[in-house]
DNA sequence: AAAGTATTTCGTCTTTTACCGAAATGTTCT
DNA sequence: AGAACATTTCGGTAAAAGACGAAATACTTT
C-alpha cells in the first residue's frame, strides 16, 4: 500500500519528534528528559516516542523505572538508515537544535522524575 | 524555524501527491489529466499541486486554456533533488504507481476534458 | 463581446493529528 | 503488601489536512 510508504514522511513531519530525533542521536534519554527537553505533557512525549518506535526509528529498553530510548542501531528499513544517517542534510543546522544539544547535557533524570 | 523544515515532509506524506510527482515524471500533464488519473475533485488535485509547486517539486506553465505541470528540473532546494533522484528509493514500486504509469499513456487531455 | 473551457479560490464538512489531564500499568523500594 | 515513581493508555478538545461543489478567474474561440 503506498498508504504504509507515506507513513516514514508522516513521522517525519512534526518538528517535536525531529527534535526527539537529534536529542537521541546525541544521548540515550528516557520519557522524563524527553518531556523536560521539548516542555510537553509526558503523555504527548510517549505518544511521539511510539511513533518514532513503531516506524523503527528508535527502540527502547526497560531499565528499571525508567524506559531509555535510543537510535535504532540496525533499521530493518534501508530508508530509515537513510534518513538517520543524513538528518542533518534534511533539517540543517535548527536554531533550536542547537539549543537542545546544550540543555541535554545538563539533563539529570534524577532531578527532573520528581 | 524547525517547522518549516518539516514541510518538504508534510508534503511527501500524502499518498496522491506522492502519485503526482511519481506521474509527472513520466509525462508533463495538465490538472484534468491528473483529475482522471487520481480520480478526485479538479479543486482537490489543485490543491495538492499548489502544495508540491509551493515546496519546489513542480512548476506549471501556462500553455493557453490549459496549465502544464512539471517536474522542476533546477530545484534550489538540494534537498528536493534529493528526493526527486531517489524517489522510488522511498515509495518502492507500488501497484498503484505500476498501474498509474500504464494509464498515463492512454490519457488524452482532448478527450477528458469536456 | 459573448460563450466555452480549464483552473483556482472559497466555504464547508469530515477525518486526522497533536495536545492535555486523569486513570491504569509496571517497576522498585521499604 | 503497600507506597512511590516512570510510563502508557484512555477520553476528550482544538487545530490542521483532505475532500467536495459552487463561485470566481483566466484564457480561447467564435
Redesign the interface.
Known sequence: ???D??K???A????NR??IIKALQTKVLCVCEIRELLQLANSTVSQHLSILKEEGFIIEEKSGKWVNYSINPRPSD??IS?ILSTID????D?S??VSDKKKIFSLDRMMICC
Open positions: 500500500m503506498l498508504e510508504k507515506t516514514i514522511f508522516k517525519l513531519s512534526d518538528p525531529l527534535r534501508p530508508r537513510a542534510f534534511w533539517i540543517g535548527d533550536v537544535i
